[in-house]
Nanobody, 114 residues
Framework: QVQLVESGGGLVQAGGSLTLSCVAT????????MGWYRQAPGKQREWVAG???????SDAESVKGRFTVSRDNAKNTVYLHMNNLKPEDTAVYYC????????WGQGTQVTVSS
């Protein structure tokens, strides 16, 4: 069983920065994927960014050039560095980790004021 603990959310003004962290703990074999999704009020959950086991990074068009995902394999931690935040980035951000099963964090709120 894997537990995911997210942190780093909060309230920030437009143009500001935040870094989210997600630590995976528990018993598991190898981690295949670590990444981030978000869900704004009244909208579907959407892909943000992630890192596969081979180190390949990918991110959504809406965050390109502003958000950077990174992973520390020794700490089983994935980060989301968010710069130049916009009000439309306001959402609950969820960590997702795939081992031989699919796990989701509880979510952390990011609110960007204009």
């Amino acid at each position: 069983q894997v537990q995911l603990v997210e942190s780093g959310g909060g309230l920030v003004q437009a143009g500001g920065s935040l870094t989210l962290s997600c630590v995976a703990t528990g018993k598991f074999s190898s981690i295949v994927f670590m990444g981030w999704y978000r869900q704004a009020p009244g909208k579907q959950r959407e892909w943000v960014a992630g890192v596969k086991n081979d180190g390949v990074l990918s991110d959504a068009e809406s965050v390109k050039g502003r958000f950077t995902v990174s992973r520390d394999n020794a700490k089983n931690t994935v980060y989301l560095h968010m710069n130049n935040l916009k009000p439309e980035d306001t959402a609950v951000y969820y960590c997702r980790v795939i081992t031989d099963q699919d796990y989701w964090g509880q979510g952390t709120q990011v609110t960007v004021s204009s």
